[in-house]
T-cell receptor, first 112, second 112 residues
Framework: GENVEQHPSTLSVQEGDSAVIKCTYSDSASNYFPWYKQELGKGPQLIIDIRSNVGEKKDQRIAVTLNKTAKHFSLHITETQPEDSAVYFCAALRPGNTPLVFGKGTRLSVIA | EPEVTQTPSHQVTQMGQEVILRCVPISNHLYFYWYRQILGQKVEFLVSFYNNEISEKSEIFDDQFSVERPDGSNFTLKIRSTKLEDSAMYFC??????????FGPGTRLTVT
């Protein structure tokens, strides 16, 4: 089955700096890669996603890149703000009605 | 903006008791999921539900678990005889397209 590895497990950045979180997946059939932000005591919130027919997608300060050959994808947050502090999870999905497979999460702390 | 809702937010129960966790998915979504997250760990898939039947289930989803869509809006997860290791956050998710899955705020289940 699919396995998703996520690094780093914790990340601290100064406000205004960029943050990058990386994930690798094992199943080459996976074709959808969402990123979720989870704040304390809340459910995962979908913030951006990318499908396998696209190499990069951007939404304001957030971007995701995908390298299908290497089977890895990354989340990039620019101009970080204290409210970006949260746990970020990457996930992968195979075609069909299949479950999301999550990485272990990255705790991002943005220091003001 | 439509959102997934879950009740209760926190459930405390004694070992061996039955619990029912309730979810109201986003209306017009067709795919429904339950995930769980043990404190500090990654989100794990339990079961997916489509067209009034289970599509897929994980090894966690044993005979003690069941799901039901009793009417057009609710989606429930029942644990028949809770164990200490069932203590976790339980998240319901729904999707209209199989891809984007939207999560509820979760129910914290504490088994004593």
């Amino acid at each position: 089955g699919e396995n998703v590895e996520q690094h780093p497990s914790t990340l601290s950045v100064q406000e205004g700096d960029s943050a990058v979180i990386k994930c690798t997946y094992s199943d080459s059939a996976s074709n959808y890669f969402p990123w979720y932000k989870q704040e304390l005591g809340k459910g995962p919130q979908l913030i951006i996603d990318i499908r396998s027919n696209v190499g990069e997608k951007k939404d304001q300060r957030i971007a995701v890149t995908l390298n299908k050959t290497a089977k890895h994808f990354s989340l990039h947050i620019t101009e970080t703000q204290p409210e970006d502090s949260a746990v970020y999870f990457c996930a992968a999905l195979r075609p069909g009605n299949t479950p999301l497979v999550f990485g272990k999460g990255t705790r991002l702390s943005v220091i003001a | 903006e439509p959102e997934v809702t879950q009740t209760p937010s926190h459930q405390v129960t004694q070992m061996g008791q039955e619990v029912i966790l309730r979810c109201v998915p986003i209306s017009n979504h067709l795919y429904f999921y339950w995930y769980r997250q043990i404190l500090g760990q990654k989100v794990e898939f339990l079961v997916s539900f489509y067209n009034n039947e289970i599509s897929e289930k994980s090894e966690i989803f044993d005979d003690q678990f069941s799901v039901e869509r009793p009417d057009g809006s609710n989606f429930t997860l029942k644990i028949r005889s809770t164990k200490l290791e069932d203590s976790a956050m339980y998240f319901c998710a729904s999707s209209g397209t199989v891809y984007e899955q939207y999560f509820g705020p979760g129910t914290r289940l504490t088994v004593t």
